[in-house]
């Protein structure tokens, strides 16, 4: 017996077992190369056959997920960057550029403590539209809004006021709200237009009939709408301070506008000098003073104020509103009320 277990030890010693094992460097060098095997097996990257039915942002995140060698990702990384790159275009086109609402801004905060009590005053807005050779100056009765997202924003509420109120597109679609035209002043397009129109005018004049004086006084009527959705892409802001802003460019704003239809009861486009101080423009306000753009609680997506200390402020005046909103709505405005510092910092 003593005989068995030392040719059972020195077996062990020397690396062999009792039936003819292997040396033990032999059996720890065979342990390594499957191991190694199998961590190569691991980092081998997918075969063409493999990825073939994989796509799009799938694809990126296979070869993300499965390590891949220096070499192959560099093979790889611009098919990979060119597939990423598509795929992001595709969900931005997809989600769409613009926002799913709309925003109007003023620099009071008792203007939108108004709007929300009584909708928008509809007022009138003096415009110029400034061709290579040719301009007009006219006021019409608007209320705009402009089509930002609130991280695009920041610029534009520093133009136009910390406080605004965003309603929903739906809204817009259903009050026949318009996105603006920019017209290049440079184009042939805004001197043919107004050139047009001042002919259009001088022939209406000279009708001397008054059926056929009226017919073509409504037809310039209409077409004098045009007007009012038109805006240069760029010229000077001029501020009611009287601060002017040369190459403002205007298209950035992405403006929509409200621009009731034409009726007796107001005049709907107005000669720039007939209404070129503020006097005459409150007088022709006055004239159109009970006009609002009406909109209901549930159009309401986003409310902004200037500092945080008056959200209580606003929750209490949206809890006793004459347009009383129930417990439901104002519990949904109360967490959408946004100050300009949560806009800058986080969106």
């Avoid at 184009?187 to 017919?215: N, P, Y």
């Avoid at 310039?220 to 038109?230: A, G, S």
């Amino acid at each position: 017996m003593m005989l068995i277990f030392a040719e059972k030890q020195a077996a062990h010693n020397t690396g062999r077992g009792c039936a003819g094992g292997r040396p033990q460097a032999v059996r720890l060098q065979s342990q390594k190369e499957r191991h190694r095997k199998k961590y190569r097996r691991i980092r081998r990257p997918p075969s063409h056959a493999a990825t073939k039915e994989v796509r799009g942002s799938d694809q990126l995140k296979t070869a993300v997920r499965r390590p891949i060698s220096v070499g192959t990702l560099e093979h790889r990384w611009p098919a990979l960057r060119a597939r990423w790159i598509q795929d992001k275009t595709d969900r931005l086109i997809m989600a769409g550029r613009y926002p799913n609402a709309l925003f109007h801004y003023t620099q009071e905060k008792h203007a939108l403590w108004g709007i929300l009590e009584d909708n928008f005053r509809i007022s009138y807005a003096r415009e110029r539209i400034v061709g290579e050779h040719e301009k007009v100056g006219f006021a019409a009765p608007m209320v705009s809004f402009c089509d930002l997202r609130l991280s695009e924003a920041a610029d534009h509420i520093g133009t136009y006021g910390k406080y605004g109120i965003g309603l929903s597109k739906e809204w817009a679609v259903r009050q026949q709200l318009n996105p603006v035209s920019y017209w290049n002043r440079k184009s042939h397009l805004a001197d043919t237009t107004i050139r047009s129109m001042k002919k259009f005018f001088d022939h209406v004049q000279k009708i001397d009939d008054l059926d056929d004086h009226l017919d073509m006084a409504r037809l310039y009527h209409d077409l004098l709408d045009i007007y009012r959705v038109i805006k240069n892409y760029e010229g000077d802001l001029i501020r009611k301070d009287g601060i002017v802003t040369p190459n403002y460019r205007f298209a950035d704003e992405r403006e929509w506008r409200y621009v009731p239809a034409w009726e007796s009861s107001f005049r709907a486009y107005v000669p720039l000098d007939e209404i070129n101080t503020d006097e005459k423009k409150a007088e022709f306000n006055s004239r159109i003073g009970e006009m609002r753009l009406e909109f209901e609680p549930g159009d309401i997506r986003y409310l902004i104020i200037s500092d945080e200390h008056e959200r209580d402020e606003l929750i209490e005046h949206i809890r006793h509103a004459k347009r009383k909103f129930d417990d439901a709505t104002i519990s949904r405005l109360s967490s959408r009320i946004l100050t300009v510092k949560q806009i800058e910092e986080d969106f």
